[in-house]
């Protein structure tokens, strides 16, 4: 399956097995933006989380200001939106395609809902997200 090729990529499903995988893949729907579309508008309630298969996207950030600041440009198998998946919580940064692009979408819904038949997928991504965690820290630390 396609999909669980993509999502095995994933840092943050790193530790999933293949069956969990596959089951996940079952819930992604691939979507099509066309360039200068806006994917997620940033304090938007977060419902999904994106692989680009194909094209660019940018992701600015106008932080309660009209000027709006460039963050990242990610490309094929990159991702974004991971966090959505765990709290739903606004956006913080808005997404638009570059080119025509191609994703892969997993709604927080299905993934929750994944998640509460088999909570070895949560225990599976605590490793990942404390790593996650200890890297911003040592970011902060190093800049104080």
Same mark, same amino acid.
């Given at each position: 399956?396609?999909?669980?090729?993509?999502? @095995?990529? %994933?840092?943050?499903?790193?530790?999933?097995?293949? $069956?969990?995988?596959?089951?996940?893949? @079952?819930?992604? &729907?691939? @979507?099509?933006? $066309? =360039?200068?579309? /806006?994917? &997620?508008?940033?304090?938007?309630?977060? %419902?999904?989380?994106?692989?680009?298969?194909?094209?660019? %996207?940018?992701?600015?950030?106008?932080?309660?200001?009209? =000027?709006?600041?460039?963050? #990242?440009?990610?490309?094929?198998?990159? /991702?974004?939106?991971?966090?959505?998946?765990?709290?739903? #919580?606004?956006?913080?940064?808005? &997404? @638009? #395609? &570059?080119?025509?692009? /191609?994703?892969?979408?997993?709604?927080?819904?299905?993934? +929750?809902?994944?998640?509460?038949?088999?909570?070895?997928?949560?225990? #599976?991504?605590?490793? +990942?997200?404390?790593?996650?965690?200890?890297?911003?820290?040592? $970011?902060?630390?190093?800049?104080?």
């Amino acid at each position: 399956m396609p999909h669980e090729d993509a999502l @095995r990529n %994933v840092q943050l499903f790193s530790q999933f097995s293949s $069956k969990e995988l596959t089951r996940l893949g @079952r819930a992604i &729907v691939e @979507r099509e933006y $066309k =360039k200068g579309e /806006t994917i &997620v508008k940033e304090g938007e309630q977060a %419902v999904a989380f994106f692989i680009i298969v194909k094209g660019r %996207v940018e992701v600015v950030q106008a932080g309660g200001s009209k =000027k709006s600041q460039a963050l #990242a440009q990610l490309g094929p198998s990159e /991702t974004f939106g991971d966090m959505a998946l765990l709290d739903g #919580a606004p956006r913080s940064a808005s &997404v @638009r #395609a &570059v080119d025509d692009t /191609t994703c892969l979408v997993l709604s927080r819904w299905d993934f +929750v809902a994944e998640l509460q038949t088999n909570p070895h997928m949560a225990v #599976a991504m605590l490793p +990942v997200l404390s790593r996650r965690l200890r890297d911003v820290e040592a $970011k902060l630390a190093a800049t104080h």
